[in-house]
Every structure is written in C-alpha cells, then in structure tokens.
C-alpha cells in the first residue's frame, strides 16, 4: 500500500511556473507506475501525464503538450509535474496516482490516489 500526499500548489499569473510534488510513503514507490490528472470545476477529472516506475516511459496529455514535464525521483519516493507558461484553462485541483500494474490514462485503472493541490492560474 502507498499513501500519496500532494504538495506545491498555488496561484500564479498566466505564464507563470509551479511545481507540483507527490510525497509517496512505504518503500516499493519505485515499483509504482505514476500519474498525475487534474479537476477543473463543473467538470471531469482528466489525464495530465504518467510515468512508468522505472521512468523509461513517459506520456503526456496533448492539452500540456510542451509545457509540463512529469519527473520523478526514487530515492526520495516523490513525483514530480513541473508546470510552465501555465494559462487561465489550467486552473484545477491536480492529483497524482499510482498503480503497480497498470500504465495508462484512465481514472479507473489507479487504485491509490492523492488529496489533491489546488492549481489557479490568473489572467
């Protein structure tokens, strides 16, 4: 089992940078594929990037394409979302998750999940 704890949310101004952080417990982290997603209001909760558990594969979202980077670092049980040139649609409520099987972008296939950070961006 794996507790997740988010961390490095904020408000900031359009073309501003954040960095997300996903503080892991327990000592398998590095056998847990990652993901982050994100909760605008009024809507879904969608797919923003994962990362395989070893870091060799990586897939972000096409909406983040170019401006967000997922990382993470084994050693310190943590992942990372490094968040730049952020706009007004990027305001949510941002998780991470994991899963030791599953690699992918469905919600549905994480079984652990963070609280989440709040991400504002202004206009």
């Known amino acids: 089992q794996v507790q997740l704890v988010e961390s490095g949310g904020g408000l900031v101004q359009a073309g501003g940078s954040l960095r997300l952080s996903c503080a892991a417990s327990g000592r398998t982290f590095s056998t847990y594929n990652m993901g982050w997603f994100r909760q605008a209001p009024g809507k879904e909760r969608e797919f923003v990037a994962r990362i395989s558990w070893g870091g060799g594969r990586i897939d972000v979202a096409d909406s983040v394409k170019g401006r967000f980077t997922i990382s993470r670092d084994n050693a310190k049980n943590t992942l990372y979302l490094q968040m730049n040139s952020l706009k007004p649609e990027d305001t949510a409520v941002y998780y991470c998750?994991?899963?030791?099987?599953?690699?992918?972008?469905?919600?549905?296939?994480?079984?652990?999940w963070g609280q989440g950070t709040q991400v504002t961006v202004s206009s």
């Open positions: 998750a994991a899963d030791a099987k599953y690699y992918g972008s469905r919600m549905s296939g994480y079984t652990y």
